[in-house]
């Protein structure tokens, strides 16, 4: 199976490289048009891999998407944080937010076909009638939601995503999840995420990744979401 | 002064001057003052203007246009700001720049106070005096509106974008630091137009206030984009001739005025600045 993305020898520590470590020579191979998810204890280093490996925080090794660096192809990326920084006071529609998320995206130079876009990514997460509303009127779902719709607007070859279904209902997080399996079949996308939630891992998942710091197993399910892993991760007897 | 006198008062050069130029700074000033506003930063300004004096009293110690060396000061100071050269300290940026904002702009005024003859200057550089600007400051003035103009609407997805959030640009392939570069000296240009209107203390007035009254009954960033630069331009217009009438300074007088329109917005609106968010 073709690797999406591959890390070698990466560490990231606190106050930039060699400061205390925080991830310790992670090295993966995350196979293409799957659904991943990341796994481990609060505290693991799931969040600060994700953003390492988007370049968002500094790192030493080597992480590639395809062969290639990452930050030369963040247009065949999507992304969904665990929370943005901004403002939700401002005053900025869905669309708005959109349509800037698409700016050196040239995949969709066309306006036309940018707010078909935009519309049909919004239909697929459940929330097409919020096109123009203010952000700061959207609950905390209704959001998370539209950020999800942000990470697949340009229709990407991988989506990173952490923690999806924080801020959702049960109802709301079974659709996430079965949109993004219906992304990797459909559209061979490949989907990386972080998530807490065990039973989510066990149904959704297609390959697993368990961390604490530094990579304590990889692989399918059978491999990784067993006892003995398990116990290593979160001490369970 | 009737309005013969104020109608006399248009057809006089140096109003015309005043005008025009205090037009195209407040538009800019409105229009780049949205993106301080969205990046929360509302302290930037200030500092980089009281930083700005320095600049001022340098131009009158060595005899060169204070215009010239307030704006390459200012432009030093973007650069740094841009590069975010203050990041190794403990200390966080805003707080950085609040305590060193009185030193900046102490050293500007002590300069000045040493130049013989140049202390009568200082109070408008402090509040600005627009009605003092001759053809040559105003030729500087479109200049600098120009360049701002042309370099806000070619960046000015990525300009938003940035300012929305950092790591959502970044991921959605912005160059960022460019962008931050770009931004910054953006924000120094204005400053330096904004001095000549409403002086280095009152900088916030031009940059901040159409922003926030906008953001009092915008809800898109549209609206608030093309509103503000509009309500600057209304404002100053107002100030302009409201200090003539009234024989007052300027500057003052202008920030009166958008203070007045901010204060009037928050009451009318009927949902005042949503500061709770969900």
Redo the contacts between chains.
């Keep these: 199976m073709k690797t999406v993305l591959s890390l070698t020898n990466v560490n990231v520590s606190y106050n930039g490289v060699g400061g205390s470590p925080v991830l310790h020579d992670i090295n993966l191979k995350l196979p293409t048009g799957v659904i991943t998810v990341i796994i481990g204890p609060n505290g693991s280093g799931k969040s600060t891999l994700i953003k390492a490996i988007l370049k968002l925080l500094p790192y030493s090794g080597r992480v590639q998407f395809f062969n290639q660096p990452v930050e030369a192809n963040y247009h065949h990326i999507g992304y969904l944080p665990q929370r943005f920084s901004f403002d939700r006071t401002i005053p900025i529609t869905v669309y708005e937010l959109l349509i800037l998320s698409l700016t050196e995206c040239d995949c969709a130079a066309v306006t036309t076909d940018r707010r078909e876009r935009i519309t049909k990514a919004l239909v697929e997460v459940g929330v097409g009638s919020l096109i123009n509303q203010p952000l700061s009127e959207l609950s905390g779902g209704q959001l998370q939601r539209v950020l999800l719709a942000k990470a697949i607007v340009h229709e990407p070859r991988l989506v990173i995503l952490d923690e999806p279904e924080s801020g959702i209902d049960q109802k709301g997080e079974k659709t996430i999840y079965t949109l993004l399996k219906e992304l990797t079949q459909a559209k061979k996308m490949s989907v990386v995420l972080v998530t807490h939630d065990l039973d989510l891992a066990a149904q959704y998942a297609d390959y697993v990744v368990a961390l604490d710091r530094k990579v304590i197993a990889a692989g399918n399910k059978a491999a990784v979401l067993n006892k003995k892993v398990m116990a290593q991760l979160y001490g369970y007897h | 002064m009737d309005t013969t006198s104020l109608s006399l008062l248009l057809t006089l050069p140096f109003f015309q001057r005043a005008v025009l130029g205090g037009v195209i700074i407040a538009a800019v000033a409105a229009y780049v003052g949205v993106q301080v506003v969205?990046r929360?930063s509302s302290f930037l300004g200030d500092a980089l203007a009281h930083t700005v004096l320095t600049g001022v009293a340098l131009g009158l110690w060595w005899q060169i246009n204070p215009f010239l060396t307030m704006l390459a000061l200012a432009l030093i100071i973007g650069v740094i700001l841009a590069n975010n050269q203050f990041s190794n300290s403990k200390l966080p940026l805003d707080n950085l720049l609040g305590a060193l904002l009185p030193t900046a702009m102490a050293l500007g005024i002590v300069i000045i106070a040493l130049i013989p003859g140049y202390q009568s200057q200082l109070l408008s550089y402090l509040f600005g005096n627009i009605l003092t600007i001759g053809s040559l400051e105003l030729s500087y003035l479109l200049v600098l509106g120009l360049a701002v103009s042309v370099i806000t609407y070619w960046y000015r997805?990525?300009l938003?974008?940035v300012a929305?959030?950092k790591?959502?640009a970044?991921?959605?392939?912005?160059a960022v630091k460019k962008i931050e570069l770009i931004f910054h000296l953006v924000l120094a240009l204005t400053v330096v137009g904004a001095v000549q209107l409403v002086g280095v203390v009152l900088v916030n007035a031009l940059l901040i206030v159409p922003a926030t009254i906008t953001?009092t009954f915008?809800?898109?960033?549209?609206?608030?984009l093309v509103l503000a630069p509009v309500i600057a331009v209304i404002v100053t217009i107002s100030g302009i001739a409201l200090s003539a009438i009234k024989n007052l300074p300027t500057g003052p007088v202008v920030a009166l005025v958008a203070g007045g329109v901010l204060v009037l917005a928050i009451a009318l609106s009927s949902r005042p600045?949503?500061?709770s968010?969900?």
């Design positions: 969205i929360r997805r990525q938003i974008l929305i959030d790591d959502m970044q991921t959605s392939g912005v953001r915008a809800r898109s960033l549209k609206t608030m600045l949503r500061w968010s969900r």
